[in-house]
Structures are given as structure tokens and as C-alpha cells.
Antibody, heavy 114, light 113 residues
Framework: QEQLVESGGGLVKPGGSLRLSCRAS????????MNWIRQTPGKGLEWISH????????YYADSVKGRFTVSRDNAKNSLYLQMDSLRDEDTAIYYC????????WGQGALVTVS | DIVMTQSPDSLAVSLGERATINCKSS????????????LGWYQQKPGQSPKLLIY???TREPGVPDRFSGSGSGTDFTLTINNLQAEDVAVYYC?????????FGQGTKLEIK
């Protein structure tokens, strides 16, 4: 069964850093394009980043560009999001998803910046 | 950037009736070379992660009941839920994956009347 499990969320002060992880199982992770999408009560769903299957191409939303870094380790079936210079407005639930049209979603990791 | 706008923001429909949710993109999401609309619909039930219902604007994900259907092309799209069931109460989102940054509509909250 296909599964994505995020970890690493928590409470951090403004200006701080946090690293999210997403462990994949049940599908060919190394062949999959992956995304990070976040959700806030005020702004709904916001796509913030993606990475191609080899990890050679990445894209970011303007709201996180220069502060967040996406990476992956295909040998560990894992996706990462390094979040630096965190702001209050980065408070959200962060989901990892698979594919251009996100057909698999994790349960989400809550990040609170306060 | 492509802006996605859904209407209405919320609606209440009686059990067994039809619910219709609209999604409009600020520019076409139809890719001419393959004639595909890069548009998906998601359902998010309370306390759960979003779930992909429909991709390419009209193709149902495996396991999605056939009372859910998607239609439209270019800039105007519709999600139709026939024979509304209690378990369909959720927030529904459209998303374009035609061009970066991929963007979502603001969501439509569906309730039972």
C-alpha cells in the first residue's frame, strides 16, 4: 500500500530553522516527482516546492524561494524540506505529495512559527 | 502565475440531489500538443489530508465513485456530484498543474441541506 509519512514538524521561533522529512513506501519513489504543499486556515492549499525523480531539478514558490530547500535520498526513499529564516506566515500543515497531480498525500506535519 | 477561482465558496445540497462546483483559471490549462487539460479536483474531509478525485479534468482516480464527474476545457471546469451522499461532505479544491507555480482554488465547502 502506497504511503507517505511526514515527520519533523514542531514549534520554532521566527528566524529559526526546521527540517521536514517524508518517508515513502509502497511505490517506486525513485521514479516519482515529489512536491511539498502546505495548508493554512487563511490561505488554503499552497504548492511550495517540487523536485524531479533524480533530484536534479527543483522549483519553489516565490513565498519560500531562497529560504526553503527541497532534496531527496532515493536510496532511503525519503524527501526533505529544509526550512530556514522561518516567519510567522510559514505556520501551516506541510504535506508531501507524489506526482504532478498529487495522487498520494501524507498525513501532514504541523509547523508553528511563534 | 495562473489564478484559480472557485464558485461558490460554499453550498448546501439535499441528500440524493446534485452538487455543482465551478473552477475558472486565469489562463488556459489546455496543452495543445496532447489535448489534455492540466486540472485536478481534490476532496478534503474534516481532519483528513486532501484526496485526488479527478485528473486531466475528467479522469476519475481508481476507486472514486462514478457519481463524481469532471468536465470543462481551457479555462472553465466543473465538478459534479450526483446523488449526494452524507460522506461527500467535504471541502473541494481544483488545482492547475499546467504551469509553475501550480495553484489551487480557494476551496468550496459542501454541506448537506
Amino acid at each position: 500500500q502506497e504511503q507517505l509519512v511526514e515527520s519533523g514538524g514542531g514549534l520554532v521561533k521566527p528566524g529559526g530553522s526546521l527540517r521536514l522529512s517524508c518517508r515513502a513506501s509502497g511505490f517506486a519513489f525513485s521514479d516519482s516527482y515529489m512536491n511539498w504543499i502546505r495548508q493554512t486556515p487563511g490561505k488554503g492549499l499552497e504548492w511550495i516546492s517540487h523536485i524531479n525523480s533524480m533530484g536534479t531539478t527543483t522549483y519553489y514558490a516565490d513565498s519560500v524561494k531562497g529560504r526553503f530547500t527541497v532534496s531527496r535520498d532515493n536510496a532511503k526513499n525519503s524527501l526533505y524540506l529544509q526550512m530556514d529564516s522561518l516567519r510567522d506566515e510559514d505556520t501551516a500543515i506541510y504535506y508531501c505529495t507524489r506526482g504532478v497531480a498529487s495522487d498520494y498525500w501524507g498525513q501532514g506535519a504541523l509547523v508553528t512559527v511563534s | 502565475d495562473i489564478v484559480m477561482t472557485q464558485s461558490p465558496d460554499s453550498l448546501a445540497v439535499s441528500l440524493g440531489e446534485r452538487a455543482t462546483i465551478n473552477c475558472k483559471s486565469s489562463q488556459s490549462v489546455l496543452y495543445g500538443s496532447n489535448d489534455r487539460n492540466y486540472l485536478g479536483w481534490y476532496q478534503q474531509k474534516p481532519g483528513q489530508s486532501p484526496k485526488l478525485l479527478i485528473y486531466w479534468a475528467s479522469t476519475r482516480e481508481p476507486g472514486v465513485p462514478d457519481r463524481f464527474s469532471g468536465s470543462g476545457s481551457g479555462t472553465d471546469f466543473t465538478l459534479t456530484i450526483n446523488n449526494l451522499q452524507a460522506e461527500d461532505v467535504a471541502v473541494y479544491y481544483c488545482q492547475q498543474y499546467f504551469s509553475l507555480p501550480y495553484s489551487f482554488g480557494q476551496g468550496t465547502k459542501l454541506e448537506i441541506k
